[in-house]
C-alpha cells in the first residue's frame, strides 16, 4: 500500500520549454503532497507542499513564477517548471500523505530527471 | 530550530557485519523521527517511523532503530548486512506543527563482499 507514481521518470529537454513533471497516489487519497530538489550526492530540498484544492506554499527562495504547482485532486499534483534553463535541471522527486500532520509518514515517489540542454 | 545531523558522511562495511548509522536531532518536543533508503537514481522508501512509545523500533528489510531521548539520537542498526543494503540512507524528524520533515545530509553506504 501508499503507492506513489511519478512521471515522467527522466526528460530531456532544451533550454526555453516547459516541464510538467505528475505525481500520483496510487491507492490512497493524499491530502497533503510535497515537491522536493535534490542535487546529487546532496540530501533532498524542500520545495513547496500542496494540499488539495488549495494554493501550493512554496519555501522561501523558491520561486513560484518558475516552479507552479497544481494540486487539482486528491490523488495527483503537478510540478511544471517554466521557461526551464540549464541550472533547473536536477531530480525532482514527490511526496505524499493522508494527514496534515507529521504523525503520518511520506511516501515517496521515484523521482524525475530534468536535465535542461 | 530543528535539525538533524548524520555525522557519517560515507560508511563502508562487509557483508555480513553488522552496521549501525547514526542520527541526531534537535526538537523541543517529542519528535516524530524516521528512517529513509534511497537506491541510486531512485526516490526514498520508508523504512521505519518513531512516534511514541517503544523506543526500540522494528522496520523493513531487517533494519531496527532505537530512541534515546537523553542522548537526542535515532540510530539505524541492522545485525547482518546483504549487499542489496547499499544505498543512500536518511534520518528525518517531522515537524509536529506542520507536515514537513527536516533531512539529514545522508549517509552512503557501501557494502563489501
Known amino acids: 500500500g501508499a503507492v506513489v507514481s511519478q512521471h515522467p521518470s527522466w526528460v530531456i529537454c532544451k533550454s526555453g520549454t516547459s516541464v510538467k513533471i505528475e505525481c500520483r497516489s496510487l491507492?490512497?487519497?493524499?491530502?497533503?503532497m510535497f515537491w522536493y530538489r535534490q542535487f546529487p550526492k546532496q540530501s533532498l530540498m524542500l520545495m513547496a507542499t500542496?494540499?488539495?484544492?488549495?494554493?501550493?506554499?512554496?519555501e522561501q527562495g523558491v520561486e513560484k513564477d518558475k516552479f507552479l504547482i497544481n494540486h487539482a485532486s486528491l490523488t495527483l499534483s503537478t510540478l511544471t517548471v517554466t521557461s526551464a534553463h540549464p541550472e533547473d535541471s536536477s531530480f525532482y522527486i514527490c511526496?505524499?500523505?493522508?494527514?496534515?500532520?507529521?504523525?503520518?509518514?511520506?511516501?515517496f515517489g521515484d523521482g524525475t530527471r530534468l536535465s535542461i540542454l | 530550530a530543528q535539525s538533524v545531523t548524520q555525522p557519517d558522511i560515507h560508511i563502508t562495511v562487509s557483508e555480513g557485519a553488522s552496521l549501525e548509522l547514526r542520527c541526531n536531532y534537535s526538537?523541543?518536543?517529542?519528535?516524530?523521527l524516521f528512517w529513509y533508503v534511497q537506491s541510486p537514481g531512485q526516490g526514498l522508501q520508508l523504512l521505519l517511523k518513531?512516534?511514541?512509545?517503544?523506543?526500540l523500533v522494528q522496520g523493513i528489510k531487517g533494519f531496527e532503530a532505537e530512541f534515546k531521548r537523553s542522548q537526542s539520537s535515532f540510530n539505524l542498526r541492522k545485525p547482518s548486512v546483504h549487499w542489496s543494503d547499499a544505498a543512500e540512507y536518511f534520518c528525518?524528524?517531522?515537524?509536529?506543527?506542520?507536515?514537513?520533515?527536516?533531512f539529514g545530509t545522508g549517509t552512503r553506504l557501501k557494502v563489501l563482499a
Open positions: 511526496s505524499a500523505g493522508w494527514g496534515t500532520h507529521s504523525n503520518q509518514p511520506q511516501h
Open positions: 491507492d490512497f487519497q493524499a491530502t497533503t
Open positions: 500542496s494540499n488539495e484544492g488549495s494554493k501550493a506554499t512554496y
Open positions: 526538537y523541543g518536543a517529542t519528535p516524530y
Open positions: 518513531y512516534f511514541s512509545g517503544d523506543t
Open positions: 528525518a524528524v517531522g515537524d509536529g506543527g506542520t507536515y514537513k520533515y527536516i
